[in-house]
């Protein structure tokens, strides 16, 4: 069991897995209701909704009463820097694929990533809907349900299903993954646009998806994902430093042949 002075990981664990469940419950609860309250944020296709700020509003409490010293990274609420000398922080998305669930859709999740140093070393994701936990311990495997799981073994890029994303500003901004998706959909099997990033590479993780890439990406929507492929044998590839966190997610073979596809650019 790794600690240090004050924090054992398997604790963290435990309680990111207590808090992810709980904000599912909420998500749960008010899903499909016909008073959704929401309002757009950057632009007409980035939605919030009363959920994403209730589900963030929980975690900071559970988080800032269990961890006081430690920092956190929210989506809707941004940093909150509860001691500059934390080595610990908190990478929470409350609620992603919230135009999915905003819509009645099942594919949303709650994701939380927890780093020491900068360093991903829990990642928690929870899917209400289906009732799907994914977890990881850096250095312990990644599991689904309790099971330890492994990425697809694939090595044909045209055998493959992969996933993807685009950025809200895709109406706006030229890299918008559109270019990617034309040089990619012809040599693969399938394609999916699931609308959750922590979801996508989940799927990653588990095999139900041979890969995924997407570009600007923030670190709530990856930091748990991340890990989680990781720690089931898969990489992760950066693709391009213009468009925040960009990245191929899979197994090796595959990652490259992805990769050899995209506008890396730079
Ligand atoms: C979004 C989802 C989506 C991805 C976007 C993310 P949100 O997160 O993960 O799949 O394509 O880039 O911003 O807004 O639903 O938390
Ligand atoms: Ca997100
Ligand atoms: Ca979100």
Not at 209 to 218: A, F, H, R, S, V
Request: proline residues 4%; glycine residues 8%.
């Amino acid at each position: 069991m790794r600690k240090t002075e004050t924090t054992d990981v398997h604790d963290i664990l435990r309680r990111a897995i207590d808090w992810a469940m709980e904000a599912g419950h909420i998500q749960r609860e008010k899903f499909r209701s016909r008073h959704l309250f929401m309002e757009t944020k950057s632009s007409i296709h980035d939605v919030v909704t009363e959920v994403d700020k209730a589900c963030e509003a929980l975690l900071i409490e559970r988080i800032s009463n269990r961890y006081p010293t430690h920092n956190i990274l929210g989506e809707e609420t941004g940093e909150h820097r509860n001691n500059p000398d934390a080595e610990w922080e908190w990478v929470v998305d409350p609620l992603d694929g919230t135009n999915n669930y905003s819509q009645g859709l099942p594919i949303y999740c709650v994701s939380i990533g927890v780093r020491y140093k900068g360093e991903t070393q829990v990642g928690v994701v929870y899917v209400p809907f289906m009732d799907e936990l994914f977890s990881a311990v850096r250095g312990e495997g990644a599991s689904w349900n309790g099971r330890f799981i492994h990425v697809s073994r694939k090595t044909d890029l045209n055998e493959c299903v992969l996933a993807t994303g685009f950025p809200y500003d895709k109406g706006t901004n030229p890299i918008n993954n559109l270019d990617n998706a034309c040089a990619i959909i012809p040599n693969v099997r399938g394609i999916r646009r699931m609308g959750s990033a922590a979801y996508d590479l989940c799927c990653v993780a588990s095999g139900l998806l041979d890969g995924y890439w997407e570009l600007d990406l923030k670190p709530w929507d990856a930091c748990a994902g991340a890990l989680i492929v990781e720690e089931a044998g898969g990489i992760i590839k950066p693709f391009r430093n213009d468009r925040h966190i960009s990245i191929v997610a899979g197994n090796k073979t595959i990652v490259e042949a992805i990769y050899q596809k995209l506008n890396a650019n730079v």
